[in-house]
């Protein structure tokens, strides 16, 4: 199962991909706000990481933990 990153995943458009894409993917949501990524990832089923995408130190940080990306939604 190819793993999907999106960034900007806890609502709108980023929600939507990643609501279309969680029953075939292993999708990982990412955003700066931890509230509405756990109530989106539990929506979804899928993993969330609160990530500020602006910062490079999280991104870093985060990429190292989730490992391998097979594709990346950069939706923030």
Known sequence: MKTVV???GSEGLGKAIAMRLASSHNVIILARNEEKLRSAAAEIGCAYKVCDVSDYK???AVMSEIGTV???VNNA
């Open 6 to 8: 999106i960034t900007g």
């Open 70 to 72: 097979d594709c990346l």
């Open 58 to 60: 999280q991104v870093e």
